[in-house]
């Protein structure tokens, strides 16, 4: 496991796992990126439970969490990380193919810190990601207890 | 519910005592009528001997009136005359002197006299009685005929508030399955598409090199393919959108909203010669946000289609009925055939080549959805190369606000 966990990336379908990979991996990010395929084992991941047991303590800069997940979905893990005082400072990027008013509203009453629409057009979902990723790995200043960047 | 079942009860008890009443009094044939005469005379009659056998004296004036009193209650004038002349008959014959005999002798004459006016007074105020009695049954009768028939209005009204109720229910599920189709559209749909376009492009990145012009033709295809795919279910799932949200419906003045709109168009359409001829518009009373797209969609049809003439015009104006407002929109452009008028307002129709214009067809789809759910109509005018006029009415803003507050 990578200690350099600054992304968490919550993505079921592989194929946006690939593509989010390819585009973090435009802006050197790739190997700083943590992929947990469900909610629950993003859950795992932040509470450094069963495989994540041994990983270093600190959260990750920025988590890059998709709506529509198997077994805890999206909003149950944003739910759960905002009502946490060791995870609420954890900044949370929804990352989602839903455009409904519904799933915003819901995202931001649970506090979330970005909602971004993944674009169809492959460019605009690359540029999207490159982004996201240098905004809140790079250039935004993580809460105290998160990974630092690599000098 | 059980308030209504006791009362209903009450009222049944009450019903049944009535008719039971009404049964009492009303005997109908002749000949029991006439035989409760001459029973009840008899009994009368009977009764006072026996009396005056045990010594009781002078019963038999209280007895037999009381006679005559019941046989007109009970069987009418008829009978009471008859009951009327043989208590008389029996008064005179067994107990005025002299007993036993038709004549009253001048000792009893008042006795019989005081007699027969009784038996006169208590028959008429026994006749007036019934009278008013008949009187007030036919009320009660009445009444009982209004509350069968209240009771068979409030049955229907209960019958169809049912129906109503279970309506809603449907209705209420299949908005709710709508609204989870189009979540799953939403969530769904777009994924796969995004990772066609995904891949073509890196596909298109990777082996640029290795395909000639005609396999690169092929991905490119794929990919406008893909991307008008994604288009068109955004422009579905807005359309889709446009009908389950609420309308918050305030006063929206046109003339600043065509204003507003006209200004963000302009930024769009910089190097073209466009004449807008904008007359004054109404206030009216709708959802601001939805008659923007309205307009917005109108002008930049306007716009589109107006692309290919050196100066476009575009006019907007409205006309003033009595209970509601015509909007219009004008343009010199394209203009269509107005044998396919009605294929105008369809979802994805078109009735243009995509080389000529672009669009997935979903506006003016979206402008008449607008306009039926704020209670107006649209229709269009137009010729081929003529230009074409786009019509939408809305309700006054006085009326459709007082509507409201009827409603409220």
């Known amino acids: 496991m990578s200690e350099l966990a600054r992304i968490l990336l919550v993505e079921d379908d592989p194929r946006d796992v690939e593509l989010t990979m390819t585009a973090l991996g435009e802006y050197n990010l790739a190997n700083e990126v943590v992929i947990t395929r469900d909610g629950e084992k993003a859950l795992d991941f932040l509470y450094c439970r069963g495989e994540f047991s041994t990983r270093s303590k600190d959260n990750p800069a920025v988590m890059l969490l998709d709506l529509k997940l198997p077994k805890v979905d999206g909003l149950e893990v944003l739910q759960q990380i905002k009502s946490d005082e060791r995870l609420k400072l954890i900044p949370v990027v929804v990352l989602t193919s839903s455009q409904e008013e519904k799933d915003m509203m819901r995202s931001y009453k649970l506090g979330v810190n970005a909602y971004v629409v993944k674009p169809v057009d492959f460019h605009e979902f690359v540029n999207a990601i490159k982004e996201l990723g240098v905004f809140w790995a790079v250039i935004n200043e993580p809460p105290p207890g998160s990974v630092k960047k690599a000098p | ?408």
């Open chain 2, 1 to 408: 519910m059980t308030d209504r079942a006791e009362v209903s009860t009450g009222v049944g008890a009450r019903l049944t005592l009535a008719r039971w009443n009404i049964e009492s009094h009303g005997i109908r044939s002749p000949i029991l009528r006439y035989g409760l005469s001459v029973v009840s005379v008899a009994i009368g009659l009977g009764l006072s001997l026996l009396l005056q056998h045990y010594q009781f004296h002078d019963v038999e004036l209280p007895v037999l009136t009381l006679s005559v009193a019941l046989t007109t209650w009970y069987a009418g004038a008829g009978p009471s005359v008859l009951a009327i002349l043989l208590a008389t008959a029996c008064f005179n014959y067994f107990f005025a002197e002299p007993i036993y005999s038709f004549d009253v002798s001048s000792r009893d004459l008042p006795y019989f006299f005081v007699f027969l006016a009784w038996a006169v007074i208590v028959a008429s105020f026994a006749a007036v009685r019934r009278r008013i009695e008949e009187n007030l049954r036919q009320a009660r009768d009445h009444l009982q005929v209004e509350v069968e028939q209240r009771k068979r209005r409030e049955d229907e009204i209960r019958i169809l508030n049912k129906e109503l109720v279970k309506r809603a229910t449907e209705l209420e599920t299949s908005n709710n399955e709508l609204e989870s189709f189009a979540y799953s559209v939403s969530h769904d749909l777009r994924a796969p598409l995004r990772h066609v376009v995904g891949y073509s492009e890196l596909l298109q990145k990777q082996a640029s090199s290795l395909l000639d012009e005609k396999s690169r033709r092929y991905t490119r295809t794929i990919l406008e393919s893909a991307k008008r795919m994604g288009n068109l279910i955004d422009d579905l799932l807005a359309f889709s959108r446009i009908g389950r949200a609420e309308t918050k419906k305030t006063l929206v003045s046109l003339d600043q909203l065509v204003k507003d709109v006209v200004a963000e168009t302009r930024l769009d359409t910089g190097g073209r010669d466009i004449v807008w001829k904008i007359h004054p518009l109404p206030v009216c009373y709708g959802d601001r946000s939805m008659l923007r797209l309205v307009i917005g969609n109108l002008l930049s049809n306007a716009v589109k289609f107006t692309r290919m003439r050196a100066q476009a015009e575009i006019e907007i104006g409205c006309a003033d009925g009595e209970d509601e407002v015509e909007v219009f929109v004008r343009d010199n452009g394209a203009g269509f055939d107005m044998q396919y008028v009605d294929k105008l307002f369809g979802v994805f129709q078109r009735l243009h080549l995509p080389e000529e214009f672009e669009g997935t067809g979903i506006g003016l789809a979206t402008v008449r959805r607008i306009i039926h759910r704020h209670g107006g109509e649209v229709r269009a005018e137009g010729g081929v190369d003529q230009g074409a006029t786009f019509y939408f009415s809305l309700p006054k803003a006085q009326d459709a606000a007082e509507r409201t507050a009827d409603t409220l």
